[in-house]
């Protein structure tokens, strides 16, 4: 079954809040930090989840009114059973639908190998790094995409062909 990609709504918190504890553990963000993020939808914050009458995935974007400014990528994430079905894909499709002519900026670590490929599958490149960055001593990997939206409209469209979309 292929997720409805939708805004959150108040009712989601409590779904996110464990998802996101099975994704990232012990760099989770805790139930408050979720609801400071729920509390500044009306504002800054857009988050989508993915939903096939649970929760399944999510993106958080941090979009600051000013338009020259930088969108921020804070998070995607799926269910680890849900993975590899294009559901990442979907979600950033849709994040990047609400991003059209902005820059979009994401760290992530070095070593995480699936979160680069999706992302270089949708046109962001390498901007910077912050060596050492993580605890472990693992870079942070500076991530940018140029706002092209047709560019992010041929890889939703590839992905539909795989998928995905
Ligand atoms: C990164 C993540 C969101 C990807 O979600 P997903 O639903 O599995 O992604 P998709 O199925 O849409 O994959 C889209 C593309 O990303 C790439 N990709 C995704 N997982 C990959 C993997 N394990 N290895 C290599 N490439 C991968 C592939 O190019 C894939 O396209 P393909 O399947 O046609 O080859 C998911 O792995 C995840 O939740 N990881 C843990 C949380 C995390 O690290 N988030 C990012 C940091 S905030």
Do not use: H
């Not at 709504?9 to 760099?27: E, I, K, R, Y």
């Not at 857009?46 to 009114?65: F, I, K, M, R, S």
């Not at 912050?130 to 047709?150: F, K, L, N």
């Amino acid at each position: 079954m292929r997720p409805r990609i939708r805004p959150a709504a108040a009712a989601d918190l409590a779904a996110l809040v464990a998802l996101d504890q099975v994704c990232f553990g012990a760099s989770a963000w805790s139930a408050d930090s979720w609801a400071e993020e729920f509390a500044r939808l009306d504002g800054d914050r857009v988050v989508l989840v993915a939903d096939e009458g649970a929760v399944v995935g999510y993106v958080v974007l941090l979009v600051p009114a000013v338009v020259e400014d930088p969108v921020d990528l804070l998070r995607i994430a799926v269910a680890p059973d849900e993975r590899r079905t294009g559901i990442g894909g979907q979600l950033l499709t849709k994040a990047l639908e609400r991003c059209a002519g902005r820059t979009v900026l994401l760290e992530v670590a070095a070593g995480n190998e699936s979160a680069e490929a999706l992302y270089r599958g949708f046109g962001f490149g390498e901007m910077s790094r912050r060596r050492g960055y993580y605890a472990g001593g693992e870079d942070a990997v500076i991530m940018r995409w140029p706002g092209d939206v047709a560019a992010a409209d041929v890889v939703a469209g590839d992905a539909v062909a795989g998928d995905v979309g």
